[in-house]
């Protein structure tokens, strides 16, 4: 049985301890530091929730952060992760407690303070990230419950996005980028085959989708086959939508500073053809 030795209570909630092979660590859990002295134990069975910080940057920040951070507001964001990790049964990465605790808090004082929060690639994040974004619309339903706050449709997407970070350990500043590319790519497509592109369609959802993937594929160097016959095929008979493909494959190239495989060009072609001519 894993015995933790209380060094310091930081708050009811959160308390800096020892754990068996004397490395320190930040423990984190609803009431866990209420009337804990130095020196107590306590054991992992007993806890209920309980958050362990490892990274030692991430715990330096984590401890930076608690002062600047409304003890009710902590509680409040503690159990917010508690809803996703429930929600989205997959291990978090334990950078959620620092980027959630700093991003939530800081857009919690804006609004207190009158300032607008705005997300202009509010859609995108709802297309790219379905399941994210459903659970971060329980987040901040709840948030806003709790500290009877009002936090805006916007803060959704920004929690989804961390959401999204802590399940799959990409940084906020890629995901950031990767909806910006996605809300660029369908500004290049709407102007190229002179369409307007409804943000609450299927049409929109299957695009996003599409390039998301497509994407991913990049950043991961998946190797995708090009099918010859079909892409001179689809040259002749599509050579508008094949020339935006490669217009776009090369505003993938530029942005995300890495080779496509020509293969991406057919894939994207059929997707834009099918979009015209259902938009048309």
């Not at 997959?90 to 800081?106: G, N, S």
């Not at 705005?118 to 987040?139: G, M, Q, S």
């Given at each position: 049985m894993v015995l933790y030795t209380v060094k310091k209570a930081l708050n009811n909630n959160v308390l800096i301890a020892s754990d068996d092979e004397g490395q320190e660590v930040v423990l984190i859990g609803k009431g866990i530091g209420f009337n804990r002295k130095k020196n107590d134990t306590i054991t992992q069975d007993a806890i209920e929730k309980l958050f362990v910080l490892?990274?030692?940057?991430?715990?330096?920040?984590?401890?930076?952060l608690l002062p600047q951070v409304d003890e009710a507001v902590l509680k409040t964001i503690i159990e917010s992760i508690n809803i996703?990790?429930?929600?989205?049964?997959?291990?978090?990465?334990?950078?959620?407690?620092?980027?959630?605790?700093d991003h939530t808090a800081f857009a919690i004082t804006r609004l207190l303070k009158?300032?607008?929060?705005?997300?202009?690639?509010?859609?995108?994040?709802?297309?790219?990230?379905?399941?994210?974004?459903?659970i971060a619309a329980d987040v901040v339903d709840y948030i806003n419950q709790s500290l009877q706050?009002?936090?805006?449709?916007?803060e959704i997407g920004f929690i989804a996005l961390h959401i999204h970070s802590a399940i799959t350990d990409k940084a906020i500043?890629?995901?950031?980028?990767?909806?910006q590319l996605v809300t660029k790519l369908i500004n290049v497509i709407e102007d190229q085959l002179e369409i307007q592109?409804?943000?609450?369609?299927?049409h929109y959802l299957r695009l996003v989708r599409h390039l998301r993937y497509t994407i991913e594929r990049i950043t991961n160097n998946e190797f995708i086959e090009?099918?010859?016959?079909?892409?001179?095929?689809?040259?002749?008979?599509?050579?508008?939508?094949?020339?935006?493909?490669?217009?776009?494959?090369k505003i993938m190239q530029q942005t995300l500073n890495t080779s496509v495989y020509d293969g991406e060009v057919v894939y994207l072609t059929m997707h834009l053809q099918r979009l015209n001519n259902k938009i048309d």
């Amino acid at each position: 049985m894993v015995l933790y030795t209380v060094k310091k209570a930081l708050n009811n909630n959160v308390l800096i301890a020892s754990d068996d092979e004397g490395q320190e660590v930040v423990l984190i859990g609803k009431g866990i530091g209420f009337n804990r002295k130095k020196n107590d134990t306590i054991t992992q069975d007993a806890i209920e929730k309980l958050f362990v910080l490892r990274n030692e940057r991430e715990q330096a920040n984590y401890i930076k952060l608690l002062p600047q951070v409304d003890e009710a507001v902590l509680k409040t964001i503690i159990e917010s992760i508690n809803i996703i990790q429930a929600r989205s049964n997959t291990p978090l990465h334990e950078k959620v407690h620092v980027a959630l605790t700093d991003h939530t808090a800081f857009a919690i004082t804006r609004l207190l303070k009158g300032m607008a929060i705005k997300n202009p690639f509010l859609k995108e994040t709802k297309a790219l990230y379905p399941a994210e974004y459903e659970i971060a619309a329980d987040v901040v339903d709840y948030i806003n419950q709790s500290l009877q706050v009002e936090l805006p449709e916007g803060e959704i997407g920004f929690i989804a996005l961390h959401i999204h970070s802590a399940i799959t350990d990409k940084a906020i500043a890629d995901l950031n980028k990767y909806s910006q590319l996605v809300t660029k790519l369908i500004n290049v497509i709407e102007d190229q085959l002179e369409i307007q592109i409804d943000r609450e369609s299927i049409h929109y959802l299957r695009l996003v989708r599409h390039l998301r993937y497509t994407i991913e594929r990049i950043t991961n160097n998946e190797f995708i086959e090009e099918p010859e016959k079909i892409a001179n095929l689809l040259k002749t008979e599509y050579p508008v939508c094949y020339n935006l493909a490669w217009k776009l494959i090369k505003i993938m190239q530029q942005t995300l500073n890495t080779s496509v495989y020509d293969g991406e060009v057919v894939y994207l072609t059929m997707h834009l053809q099918r979009l015209n001519n259902k938009i048309d």
